[in-house]
């Protein structure tokens, strides 16, 4: 079973939609939680970066992370076509230095 | 951006092949890593480096070697080429304080026929 579980879609939403993203992990040693976006055929680029339970807004785009359900999510308002891309949750605990371990990533469409 | 470059950035090769990828950071970041995408696998780690001439097996290293003479150079090497070593590679770099996370390159598309 993979540490870190994300449905790799595809989904496709009208523009102006809020968009709901989602990863569960199963290590409770995971205490820094991050959201990639990858444009095709580009490498992942930083999203949302964050090392506690709640939310953290920047923007159209809020991440969330409840540590007691091992869940964390990431909310798109208002979403353009630019937002079309696949977006890849990623995690990692505080005694494995900068190794990342990555959801497989979700396929997001936005349609005009 | 972070100044990440990739080389070469698509090659074909034929099975049994050894190829080298290059990876070439500006930014002296102390962590280097060798990430391989593929479908229904996402992003894996093959082997990281943590300083020049330190480096240490990801996940998925079999068939892979790596190098760093340079803070500024890591190079990976696929020996003897296999068609399931086809995939895309990225290289990713970040820092040594605490919380810093890591930032890719735009990738080396590798195919083996």
């Known amino acids: 079973q993979k540490e870190v579980e994300q449905d790799p879609g595809p989904l496709s939403v009208p523009e102006g939609a809020i968009v709901s993203l989602n990863c569960t992990y199963s290590?409770?040693?995971?205490?820094?939680f991050m959201w990639y976006r990858q444009y095709s055929r580009k490498g992942p680029e930083l999203l949302m970066y964050?090392?506690?339970?709640g939310n953290k807004e920047d923007g159209r785009f809020t991440a969330q992370v409840d540590k007691s359900s091992k869940y964390i999510s990431l909310f798109i308002r208002d979403s353009q076509p630019s937002d079309s891309a696949t977006y890849l949750c990623?995690?990692?605990?505080?005694?494995?230095?900068?190794?990342?371990?990555f959801g497989e990533g979700t396929q997001l469409t936005v349609n005009p | 951006d972070a100044g990440i470059t990739q080389s070469p950035r698509h090659k074909v090769t034929e099975t049994g092949t050894p190829v080298t990828l290059r990876c070439h950071q500006t930014?002296?970041?102390?962590?280097m890593y060798w990430y391989r995408q593929d479908p229904g696998h996402g992003l894996r780690l093959i082997h990281y480096?943590?300083?020049?001439?330190?480096?240490d097996k990801g996940e998925v290293s079999d068939g892979y070697s790596v190098s760093r003479s340079k803070t500024e150079d890591f190079l990976l090497t696929l020996e003897s080429a296999t068609s399931s070593q086809t995939s895309v590679y990225f290289c990713?770099?970040?820092?040594?304080?605490?919380?810093?996370?890591?930032?890719f390159g735009e990738g080396s598309w590798l195919t083996v026929v």
């Open positions: 990713a770099i970040s820092g040594s304080q605490v919380g810093n996370t890591i930032y």
């Open positions: 290590n409770s040693a995971f205490q820094y």
């Open positions: 964050t090392y506690s339970s």
């Open positions: 990623a995690m990692r605990a505080a005694t494995s230095g900068s190794r990342l371990t």
């Open positions: 930014e002296n970041h102390r962590y």
């Open positions: 480096s943590y300083g020049v001439k330190d480096t």
